[in-house]
């Protein structure tokens, strides 16, 4: 079983629509990453936390330490958010990153 | 600032080719890694660093090897591809504190026939 896995692993959608990816981890954490990848194109950080929720435009990610879970919500999605989003964290006492397999979302106009 | 870059962008190797992929980053930062990203798996670290002259082995450092001379650059090595180390490649840096983002290189596709 992967330390972190993500659902769903392809999301296809509506211009408009409110869109939640998830990711859940079975490891002791110092913080939770949500990664955007565009098709051809390199990584971007969106979000870093270790707590509670962050919001950045139309992005929001959220957290739950107790039940090691996080969510990435995109309101009004656009077809511009068609990318990967790749959930990663950071391992207590390391300095690695473990990646989850990413979600492929597609956004139809 | 460039960031992090990668050189180079693309590369054809036949098995059994050596080559050397080259990340350099303009941000002073301490840690450095280089991942590798197959379809299905997410990415993997296959070498990483937390200073100059220092390396330390990832989940997948079989066949690869790596070097830190300086702090701005990590090389990857590749002595001897193989078809199976077909991939897209990867380079990230981060500072040094507890826990930070990492920033990431545009990467380098690989393909090893």
């Keep these: 079983k992967n330390e972190v896995e993500q659902s769903p692993q392809n999301l296809t959608a509506q211009e ?14 110092s913080a939770l990453h949500w990664l955007q990848q565009h098709p051809g194109g390199g990584i971007v950080s969106l979000f870093m936390l270790s707590s509670g929720k962050k919001k950045h ?5 959220t957290i739950n330490i107790q039940e090691k879970h996080s969510s990435l919500h995109i309101t009004a999605s656009h077809p511009r958010d068609s990318a990967v989003y790749i959930c990663a964290v950071s391992l207590q006492g390391a300095q690695k990153l473990v990646f989850g397999q990413g979600t492929r ?3 139809n106009p | 600032n460039a960031g992090v870059t990668q050189t180079p962008k693309f590369r054809v190797l036949k098995t059994g080719q050596s080559m050397t992929l080259l990340c350099a980053q303009d941000m002073n930062h301490e840690y450095m890694y280089w991942y590798r990203q197959d379809p299905g798996m997410g990415l993997r670290l296959i070498h990483y ?11 997948v450092p079989d066949g690869y090897n790596v070097s830190r001379l300086k702090k701005q650059n990590f090389l990857l090595g590749l002595e001897s591809a193989a078809p199976s180390q077909t991939s897209v490649y990867f380079c990230a840096s981060r500072n040094s504190g507890r826990i930070d983002t ?3 290189g545009p990467g380098t596709r690989l393909t090893v026939l």
Aim: aromatic residues 12%; proline residues 0%.
């Design chain 2, 49 to 59: 660093s937390v200073g100059e002259g220092t390396t330390a082995k990832g989940e």
């Design chain 1, 57 to 61: 435009g139309r992005l929001i990610a």
């Design chain 1, 105 to 107: 979302l597609t956004i």
């Design chain 1, 16 to 29: 408009g629509e409110f869109i939640t990816i998830n990711c859940s981890y079975s490891v002791g954490i």
């Design chain 2, 102 to 104: 990492q920033y990431f």
